[in-house]
């Protein structure tokens, strides 16, 4: 990248001012951020489907039942029909973007079978995950202008939001992180 800064492992935190429907109190966590653009997931946007639904649609048998349950997010707007697994530890699946040393982003089949499966299985699932469909996607420059625009604030993510804060609280611990209540910004700009 040149002399900007990488916004790899960070929270995009939605201002109470955004009214965008795909973006509005959401909570993104950038996997990549180049010259390129940028590539995240919405880690606080559930859809109504499990993780049973999802392994109906691939054939995939669930043996570990513990699973079946599990809710499948809306990653974002992009590509709504494809899955992505943000999971820690990285593992060795066949198709991999590692965000740091320890978070994966994984867009393989054989990571949702080793979740159907379990620890019984020959390939460890990961400790912790999140299913989307879809991905969040801005072109070059677009997240740095949008910054600069107050649309978004951002701030290195943790691991504890991101696989274990309820969903419904996590744009408020995101923010908390940089010591923002988002209750108690306004949601008008003001001009002097």
């Known amino acids: 990248m040149s002399d900007r800064l990488s916004l790899n492992n960070q ?15 959401s909570v993104s966590y950038i996997c990549e951020h180049n010259d390129e653009g940028a590539m995240g997931i919405v880690i606080n946007r559930l859809t109504d489907l499990t993780f049973s639904d999802l392994c109906d ?5 669930i043996t570990d039942t513990d699973v079946a349950d599990v809710p499948i997010y809306h990653g974002g707007p992009v590509e709504v029909e494809r899955g992505f ?11 991999t973007l ?19 499966d379990g620890y019984d299985s020959d390939n460890t699932p990961p400790e912790h995950f999140i299913i989307t469909l879809g991905y969040a996607g801005w072109s070059e420059d677009q997240i740095e202008d949008e910054i600069a625009e107050n649309v978004w604030l951002n701030v290195p993510a943790s691991k504890d939001i ?3 804060t309820p969903v419904i609280q996590r744009w408020n611990a995101a923010a908390a992180l940089l010591g923002i209540n988002l209750q108690q910004l306004s949601t008008e700009i003001g001009h002097s």
């Open 57 to 61: 649609q691939l054939d995939i048998e």
């Open 85 to 95: 697994i943000l999971h820690t530890p990285i593992g060795e699946w066949e198709s």
């Open 162 to 164: 991101l696989f274990s």
């Open 98 to 116: 590692a965000v740091t040393k320890d978070i994966g982003l994984t867009m393989s089949q054989d990571i949702i079978q080793a979740i159907a």
């Open 11 to 25: 929270f995009l935190i939605a201002m109470p001012s955004l009214n965008d429907p795909n973006f509005q109190q």
